[in-house]
């Protein structure tokens, strides 16, 4: 079982909106911002998509928006694309010795 | 271009010892912390060990004793010594950079397979 909470999956059609959450606890999302997300195709390298909970890297697209409330953190891609489908990953550094945990990962579908 | 190339995992004995080697290109690889995170199948992703640019190294419990990071910053190579192997250390093992940040991940390799299983 995974230290932070994600759904297991997600849809939307291209154009619309999703969301994906992630919870955790006032140890790690909610003590620090420093929440990150990944996509993930399987087979090819994890890509870091959002640092420091809303914060993009160079070459990730506005569509792509990260946020945090209390000790869920979240993830929006507005304007849903095919090359979104993916696994989405959940991250944050945490005051206990295990220092960085991960959600279990979200199947992002797009129909 | 950054890459991270990881390499030797492979089908290993419960107890038994793997060492996997992540070779990096494209930056300064001395001035970044340097970590290994694995997925399993079916829990996600789990860190497993961090290394700082002074060699100070971190671990979760449950790898501490039994899991050594290392680094050679002539050769630009990360390091992942695995003993007293477990089947629920069977995952995918990829070698990431920390980021400028120091608390996310910003590049990875793609992933090198150790299995553990008699």
């Known amino acids: 079982q995974s230290a932070l909470t994600q759904p297991a999956s997600v849809s939307g059609s291209p154009g619309q909106s999703i969301t994906i959450s992630c919870t955790g606890t006032?140890?790690?999302?909610?003590?620090?911002?420093?929440v990150s997300w990944y996509q993930h195709h399987p087979g090819k390298a994890p890509k870091l998509m959002i640092y420091?909970?809303?914060n993009r890297p160079l070459g990730v697209p506005d569509r792509f928006s990260g946020s945090k409330s209390g000790n869920t953190a979240s993830l929006t891609i507005s304007g849903l694309q095919a090359e979104d489908e993916a696994d989405y990953y959940c991250?944050?550094?945490?005051?206990?010795?295990?220092?960085?945990?991960f959600g279990g990962g979200t199947k992002l579908t797009v129909l | 271009e950054v890459q991270l190339v990881e390499s030797g995992g492979g089908l290993v004995q419960p107890g038994g010892s793997l060492r996997l080697s992540c070779a990096a290109s494209?930056?300064?690889?001395?001035?970044?912390?340097m970590h290994w995170v694995r997925q399993t199948a079916g829990k996600g992703l789990e860190w497993v060990s961090a290394?700082?640019?002074?060699?100070?190294?971190y671990y979760p419990g449950s790898v501490k004793g039994r899991f050594t990071i290392s680094r050679d910053n002539a050769k630009s190579s990360l390091y992942l010594q695995m003993n007293s192997l477990r089947a629920g250390d069977t995952a995918v093992y990829y070698c990431?950079?920390?980021?400028?940040?120091?608390?996310?991940?910003?590049?990875w390799g793609q992933g090198t397979l150790v299995t553990v299983s008699s």
């Open positions: 990431t950079r920390a980021s400028g940040t120091y608390y996310d991940f910003d590049y």
């Open positions: 494209g930056f300064t690889f001395s001035s970044y912390d």
């Open positions: 290394i700082g640019v002074a060699g100070d190294t």
């Open positions: 006032s140890s790690d999302i909610g003590a620090y911002n420093y």
């Open positions: 420091e909970v809303s």
């Open positions: 991250s944050s550094y945490t005051s206990s010795s295990t220092k960085w945990v």
